[in-house]
């Protein structure tokens, strides 16, 4: 009853009565952490000791909700009558009783992990923006040393501007996956979906993600359709999901090799799919993709830097889409990953 006397006139809340500060038989009932029965409260009507809340009430059995051994919550169960309640009845509620303490008991943790992960969330959010604008000041000023406004750099210098350049950028990806991390627990990633080509997330992709292969000597092979299907979808999430798919065929295949992606439409759905010949993944890692932060152990992988969070963000942005993505994989032989979404009508 912290705060809220349930059954009770609402008067009575403005006691502001906790479960400190109880009178009468339930405040009894609290100190000794043991059920009581009345059975003629009338009869003892001037004992402040158990004058009831309610002045109707003649019967009266008070159980103490116990948890770890002190008591959380307080039942109080009341008639106008004298002799209401038989110790069967007693016996029968303090069992019931008796099982709810656990319950409660859960819903009190999951209360606590729920405030906790929303800190959480929140942490990451403000630190992630706080990161943001001092990243923006070092690129900022990277680019001014560049233009060679402050002076004519030496080669070894440019070399050095530029390695801060691709720091910086590996920061900011870190903290956009972090960012939609977090708003995936706060329920606050969304998709702003509309009609628009499929053919334009493929383009905008392969721009961004050619130099990466060339790097490599990695060869894209695309196999699109003739014409551009038209899907419901949020343009920019979905180039997010395939750069993380393109990118990690490139990150974690052999130079030289080939990367296939394919376009193919049914079932009012459009499919894509990424295939790299690859170093694969075992089937022990195979059992904990989508898990957040995870990254195999495997030397080939590691070679390549990475956070282990696109592939969970990415499963999620498709299902909002209210498509799937998944993979097979054989060691050694290579990885094809795909996802789906919905036509537009
Ligand atoms: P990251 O690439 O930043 O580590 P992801 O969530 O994108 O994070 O991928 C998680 C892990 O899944 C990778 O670290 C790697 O172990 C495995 N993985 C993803 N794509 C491939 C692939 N094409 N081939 C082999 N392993 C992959």
């Known amino acids: 009853m912290s705060g809220k006397a349930f059954g009770y006139p609402n008067t009575l809340n403005s006691l502001n009565l906790t479960l400190e500060t109880l009178p009468g038989l339930m ?3 609290m100190q000794s952490n043991e059920p009581i029965m009345s059975s003629n409260l009338h009869a003892d009507q001037g004992d402040e000791e158990v004058r009831p809340l309610r002045e109707a009430t003649q019967s009266q059995i008070i159980l103490p909700i116990l ?4 008591a959380a919550g307080i039942v109080s169960i009341e008639k106008d009558t004298p002799d209401g309640f038989t110790e069967f009845e007693l ?3 303090t069992t019931l009783i008796n099982h709810c303490a656990p319950v409660l008991a859960n819903a009190r943790l999951y209360h606590r992990v729920q405030t906790a992960n ?3 969330s929140e942490f990451v959010s403000i630190v992630s923006h706080e990161l943001k604008n001092p990243l923006t ?3 900022g000023y990277g680019d001014l040393l560049l233009s060679g406004l402050s002076g004519k750099l030496t080669d070894q210098q440019i070399e050095f501007v530029k390695t801060i350049h691709i720091n910086v950028r590996r920061m900011n990806r870190l903290i956009k996956d972090l960012t939609d991390a977090s708003r995936i627990d706060t329920g606050e990633l969304s998709i702003e979906p509309s009609p628009m080509p499929f053919n334009t997330v493929i383009s905008d992709t392969i721009t961004t993600i050619q130099a990466v292969a060339d790097k490599k000597n990695i ?3 695309l196999d ?3 014409h551009s299907p038209i899907v419901y979808g949020d343009q920019e999430r979905l180039v997010q999901v395939m750069t993380n798919l393109m990118s990690n065929a490139c990150k974690y295949s052999p130079e030289d090799s080939n990367i296939y992606v394919a376009v193919t439409n049914g079932n009012n759905r459009v499919k894509l799919s990424v295939r790299d010949e690859g170093y694969g993944i075992s089937s022990e890692d195979q059992a904990k993709m989508f898990t957040r932060f995870f990254r195999s152990e495997d030397p080939n992988i590691r070679k390549a830097t990475g956070t282990g969070l696109g592939l969970s963000i990415s499963r999620e942005i498709i299902e909002k889409h209210g498509g ?6 054989d060691l050694e032989e290579g990885t094809e990953f795909w996802f789906t979404v919905p036509l537009a009508d």
């Open 27 to 29: 405040g009894k009932a």
């Open 67 to 70: 948890i770890d051994g002190k």
């Open 91 to 93: 016996q029968s509620v």
């Open 118 to 120: 929303y800190a959480k």
């Open 137 to 139: 000041s070092i690129k």
């Open 219 to 221: 060869n894209i092979h």
């Open 224 to 226: 699109m359709l003739s």
């Open 324 to 329: 799937e993505l998944d993979f097979t994989s």
